[in-house]
């Protein structure tokens, strides 16, 4: 089995910041991608950021210049850095793994997601 937990959520105004974490344990040979999602109420979930074991980023065009993803291979660990957080960030942010198994097959798994509110 494989588990993502996901942390750092919560309540911050506008014009705040916010660290999302996400530790990825398992079985697991090795992490080819790492990325966030969010959704929001009514809406689809949608790709926020993602990096790739070599460090290569995607930004999904709102949050460019204010939000930055980063990881640690040697934790399997991701982060999401979020700044000038607005109100249409608001959403449940959901932590993403692409690896191969133990087994070498190539497999996806999800967080349980953590809510992030911008509001005054």
């Known amino acids: 089995q494989v588990h993502l937990v996901e942390s750092g959520g919560g309540l911050v105004q506008p014009g705040g910041s916010l660290t999302l974490s996400c530790e990825v344990s398992?079985?697991?040979?090795?992490?080819?991608?790492m990325g966030w999602y969010r959704q929001a109420p009514g809406k689809q979930r949608e790709l926020v950021a993602n990096?790739?074991?070599?460090?290569?980023?995607t930004y999904t065009d709102p949050v460019k210049g204010r939000f930055t993803i980063s990881r640690n291979n040697a934790r399997n660990t991701v982060y999401l850095q979020m700044n000038s957080l607005k109100p249409e960030d608001t959403a449940v942010y959901y932590c993403?793994?692409?690896?191969?198994?133990?087994?070498?097959?190539?497999?996806?798994?999800w967080g349980q997601g953590t809510q992030v509110t911008v509001s005054s």
């Open positions: 993403n793994a692409g690896y191969y198994s133990s087994s070498y097959s190539t497999e996806n798994s």
């Open positions: 398992g079985n697991i040979f090795s992490i080819y991608v």
């Open positions: 990096i790739t074991a070599g460090g290569s980023t």
